[in-house]
């Protein structure tokens, strides 16, 4: 199964589980499979359109999925989808 | 009595007790330092800032830095502006000013913000600074660490420009190069934040560093004669500092350090081959900014996923400024440009500011007698490289050591 990579300020949603395993083919039923699994998840993660949250990065294996296929994104089982908040950084 | 009295997330408002974190736990906005305006009205006085230090800290009283705090501190800001009657004849600007911050301790805007963090940290009890950088951020962190004689930790692109490492090197903190991008390295140390107790600078303790950009505008302000000026040009990376420039002009104006009662015009440079902010704001959707995989020569604001970028198109659209963006060619053009004509060297970062200074002026953007100021955030021999590898130098003459030589080759 994928797993779910939780980032802190999440974990109080998922029990303080840092890894979450879900059942799914693509990032959008993935993110339903985690919010089933602990409720909450998919109003953090989605906005009332149902896009990722502006300061929500997804990672699929290390690529971010908004230079992908975004929710369309294929899940595979040994995939791993880490959550990490937006951070600013750099010189300006 | 405090000034700074928690966290409030720019987002949903949520609040939170001081502490270094930066995320809204609700929403995952970006959490800003809340002073409190009461013991801010009473503190906040022209007279106390004119008679402080020739350093950005003669503005401590607007700084999240409660006055008990011995500040880390190379003697950062307070940087020249200079009237650029040269440049702006090139460009039919008669009140054109340069906020030329390469002039800083390690020579670029960076030492405001990290003498700030530091400051904060080291207060807090933090033994460990560290930061992911695209290279001027980490040269100020290993600079300050060293002087606050704290440990240090930070994260480059193993590709960063030569110069830059040495800069960096110099000061012997941990240096760690991660085979990614600036945008990779970020994210690396993002998740870093939660396992390790150090003050990652543009991380958790982000709400305290981002404050420090706000003196450059409160310098200029002064410098000017207490007057904010009608239009600032900015270099966008995150656009952390774009945001906190309008927040300082809001409170010169709130704290009756200013007359005006209007904000500056604020516009964002960005370079072409890094321009996820420019594509947003010439967009349908400036909310909506898209990650990009940079490529450009300004590597110090190559940023791909840039998480204050919707506020900089927000803040551009309401004080009647604009995102512009360059090519490289138009860069290196502009580093030239202010060189030949104003005496002072940038870095490609002031390239791509001086570019869009230049490329807004041709297109008539300004009647001539408006104040324009450009931030010019670091020196040119961080980037050197980009001029050596450019088409040469055309009054170059090389000539034998003899008079007959010299008559022969140059012409006087």
Request: charged share 25%.
């Amino acid at each position: 199964m994928a797993q779910f990579r939780i980032p802190g300020p999440l974990r109080r949603l998922s029990d303080g589980q840092v890894t979450v395993p879900v059942e799914a083919a693509d990032l959008a039923s993935a993110i339903e499979a985690l919010d089933a699994r602990y409720p909450g998840f998919r109003d953090r993660l989605l906005d009332e359109n149902g896009e990722l949250r502006q300061f929500v990065n997804v990672y699929l294996n290390d690529e971010d999925v908004r230079l992908g296929s975004g929710l369309q994104e294929k899940v595979g089982a040994d995939d791993e989808i880490s959550i990490v908040p937006a951070v600013a950084g750099g010189v300006s | 009595m405090s000034k700074v009295v928690g966290l409030r997330c720019r987002e949903c408002g949520a609040e939170y007790e001081l502490q270094a974190t930066h995320v809204c736990e609700m929403c995952f906005g970006p959490l800003d330092a809340v002073y409190d305006m009461a013991v801010m009205k009473n503190l906040v006085k022209r007279e106390r800032i004119e008679s402080g230090p020739k350093s950005m800290w003669r503005y401590r009283d607007l700084l999240p830095v409660e006055d008990s705090v011995n500040v880390v501190t190379l003697g950062e800001g307070f940087t020249p502006l200079v009237k650029a009657d040269r440049l702006g004849a090139e460009l039919g600007l008669t009140n054109l000013y340069l906020k030329n911050d390469s002039m800083n301790p390690t020579n670029s805007f960076k030492d405001r913000v990290v003498s700030v963090a530091i400051s904060w940290a080291r207060a807090h009890g933090f033994e460990t600074i560290a930061c992911a950088s695209t290279g001027n951020l980490a040269n100020a962190v290993a600079a300050y660490a060293a002087r606050a004689g704290l440990e240090c930790f930070v994260f480059i692109p193993v590709d960063l420009e030569p110069a830059k490492v040495a800069a960096i090197s110099v000061f012997d903190p941990n240096l760690v190069a991660v085979r990614g991008n600036y945008d990779e390295v970020n994210r690396l140390c993002s998740q870093l934040v939660e396992s390790t107790p150090w003050a990652f600078c543009n991380i958790n303790i982000r709400p305290f560093y981002a404050e420090g950009s706000k003196t450059l505008t409160f310098e200029t302000a002064e410098q000017l004669g207490w007057k904010l000026p009608d239009e600032i040009i900015i270099p966008i990376a995150s656009g952390c500092q774009f945001v906190r420039h309008r927040q300082a002009a809001r409170e010169l104006i709130e704290y009756g350090l200013v007359r005006s009662d209007r904000v500056p015009a604020f516009t964002g440079a960005q370079a072409l081959g890094c321009s996820p902010v420019y594509n947003a704001f010439i967009s349908d959707t400036p909310d909506r900014v898209l990650p990009v995989k940079p490529n450009t020569i300004a590597r110090s604001i190559a940023i791909g996923n840039p998480s204050d970028g919707v506020y900089v198109n927000r803040i551009a659209r309401e004080t009647g400024g604009v995102v512009e963006a360059v090519t490289e060619e138009e860069i290196v053009d502009a580093m030239r440009l202010l060189a030949r004509t104003e005496g002072i060297f940038t870095e490609t970062a002031g390239g791509v500011t001086i570019g869009v200074l230049t490329k807004l002026a041709r297109a008539g953007r300004w009647k001539g007698d408006e104040v324009v100021v450009a931030y010019v955030t670091g020196h040119g021999l961080k980037t050197a490289d980009v001029l050596a590898s450019a088409n040469g130098h055309a009054r170059r003459v090389e000539i034998e050591p003899t008079m007959k030589s010299f008559r022969e080759k140059v012409t006087i």
